[in-house]
């Protein structure tokens, strides 16, 4: 799986760089800023101009390696330095008398000729040493850059685009866009979260002679991409002699009057992810036709009647027995004992339980039931339920995924998954993943209640959390964007996600 580190992880790669495996600092910039003119010399028009804009750290040093290896290659070249010459880093300051041993000396920005069409800017002003907002000839040069890319000029972004936080993934005002970002050595969550991966173009991260996966960096969460065959390699072989108890069994408690078909949804991304057989639990008036939308879905009748409460736990002890995984919330009818019920019920059972939707609302209320749970337990908010569990507004939640998704995991002892553009799976203890796959028409109703029907798939069929979290939001997220395709984001709803999981599994499968 692929690491993604923070500034100061990648410091602390870098040092063990250094002092395990004895790679000199100098090395490591010469192979980065090889690797920012391959790719600059990649979007060139025939005959295109560089122009690269270094900054007063080693970002900058970065640029200047870039600017003489395209000198080398006889290309036409334009350098500045930006900001106060004196303050380069030593390695900076090495590559700028190499540069000039090359005949070619910085100029001020502001003379420099245009750019347009053909013409490539390589952005080497700030990397993940970006402390604050670019102001003055900073922000001066960062405009420039947007004045070139709108006249037609590629941008290659050195490591981060200039203005970005590498930590984060939050703009400051200016901040450079780029078409392409050479991500050096390993990605950043700038790269990976949004809203900085959308101003990062298209990242192609380089090996610089850091150590790939083998350098561990210690500080703070550990945060990785999900890669497909992680996801791929988790799913269960159906082999040839096994039945429908080999693949577990949901309960699903979902729907209610009006919102019958959130329960259907679940069910069937259960049965369409590979689970046996597939129960759901409900209000007798909403159970036929629940059941209706299909039938290979089974049913059991809650009695009783309005939202759900203490009155329904023996009933839903008794719907438990014998189920592998139980996936509550979407569409239950909720009321004042609702969370008290999910904690008795979470607290006599040790199936894995995943609880979505107005589940979550009702344990908001008092989510010390949850530390009452016999097993294993998911969380599947979107940002404006986690909102709800964590008592903030959903622009803190969004502001701050990362941490929010981790605290919620360790504090509570159970997996997250945080859901949005780069849906975040969180386990206590410490590690982040993030979800590559998925897209803006899954922001659409019924996306949710589908993904906790294959989260419950997997984990009947016996995959452990947080492994099945992961692999069911990769899952999904893939099947929205295999059906993007056919139904484009404007046309795309929840229920082509069930179509679209049936072409992951064949992908899969394969
Ligand atoms: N860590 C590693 O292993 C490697 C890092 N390299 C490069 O080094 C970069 C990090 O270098 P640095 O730590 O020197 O950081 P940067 O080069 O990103 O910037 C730091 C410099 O900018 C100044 N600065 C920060 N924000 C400012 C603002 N808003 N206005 C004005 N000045 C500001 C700082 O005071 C410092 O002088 C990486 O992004 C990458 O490009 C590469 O050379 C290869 C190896
Ligand atoms: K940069």
Redesign the pocket.
């Known amino acids: 799986m692929q690491r993604v580190l923070t500034a100061v992880q990648?410091?602390e790669?870098?040092k063990a760089?250094q002092d395990q495996h004895g790679m000199p600092?100098g090395l490591?910039?010469e192979n980065?800023g090889r690797a920012l003119a391959e790719a600059a010399r990649s979007l060139a028009g025939p005959g295109g101009r560089f122009t690269v804009l270094c900054?007063?750290?080693?970002?900058?040093?970065?640029g200047l390696v870039a600017a003489r290896f395209l000198l080398e290659g006889g290309a036409r070249v334009v350098v500045s330095l930006v900001?106060d010459t004196g303050?380069l880093?030593p390695?900076a300051k090495r590559n700028l008398q190499a540069l000039e041993g090359f005949g070619e000396s910085p100029r001020a920005f502001e003379v420099l000729p245009e750019a347009g069409p053909g013409d490539v800017v390589v952005d080497?002003l700030?990397?993940?040493?970006?402390?604050?907002?670019?102001?003055g000839v900073?922000a001066d040069a960062i405009g420039t850059v947007a004045r070139w890319r709108r006249a037609g000029a590629k941008v290659v972004a050195?490591?981060?685009p200039s203005g970005l936080q590498?930590d984060t993934a939050e703009p400051?005002s200016p901040c450079v866009e780029a078409d392409v970002t050479v991500a050096?050595?390993f990605v950043k969550p700038a790269h990976e979260l949004e809203p900085g991966a959308s101003l990062c173009g298209d990242v192609r991260r380089v090996d610089?002679g850091?150590g790939g996966e083998s350098t561990r960096a210690v500080s703070g969460a550990e945060l990785f991409r999900v890669e497909e065959k992680d996801a791929r390699d988790a799913l269960p072989k159906r082999r040839a002699d096994s039945h429908k108890g080999t693949y577990g069994h949901v309960l699903v408690v979902a729907g209610s009057p009006g919102k019958t078909g959130a329960a259907a949804m679940v069910a069937l991304a259960a049965l369409r992810s590979g689970a046996g057989l597939v129960t759901v639990a409900t209000r007798a008036e909403a159970l036929p036709w629940v059941m209706a939308h299909s039938p290979e879905i089974m049913g059991v009748p809650l009695p009783g009647e309005g939202p759900l409460g203490k009155g329904d736990l023996e009933a839903l002890k008794a719907a438990l027995e014998g189920k592998d995984a139980l996936v509550m919330g979407p569409g239950i009818p909720r009321g004042p004992e609702t969370g008290a019920l999910i904690g008795d019920l979470l607290a006599s059972v040790e199936v894995p339980a995943v609880l979505d939707a107005d589940a979550l609302n009702a344990v908001a209320e008092d989510l010390t039931v949850l530390r009452r749970a016999k097993g294993p337990v998911l969380l599947t908010p979107h940002p404006g339920e986690m909102a709800r569990l964590w008592g903030r507004t959903t622009k803190d939640v969004q502001a701050h995924r990362v941490g929010v998704a981790l605290n919620m995991a360790t504090s509570l002892n159970v997996t997250v998954v945080l859901k949005g553009s780069r849906t975040l799976i969180a386990e206590a203890g410490g590690r982040v993943y993030i979800n590559p796959t998925g897209n803006a028409g899954m922001a659409t109703g019924g996306t949710g209640d589908v993904l906790s029907g294959v989260c419950g798939s997997l984990l009947a069929q016996g995959i452990p959390l947080p492994r099945a979290a992961r692999t069911a939001v990769y899952a999904h997220g893939l099947a929205g964007d295999l059906m993007a395709q056919q139904r484009g984001l404007m046309g795309l709803i929840a229920t082509d996600l069930l179509v679209g999981l049936g072409h992951v599994w064949v992908r899969w499968e394969r």
Do not use: C, Q, W, Y
């Open positions: 990648m410091r790669a870098e760089a600092s490591l910039m980065a900054g007063p750290g080693n970002n900058g040093g970065d900001g303050k880093t390695e080497a700030f990397g993940t040493g970006l402390k604050r907002a670019p102001e900073f050195a490591d981060v590498s400051f050096f050595g610089i850091l």
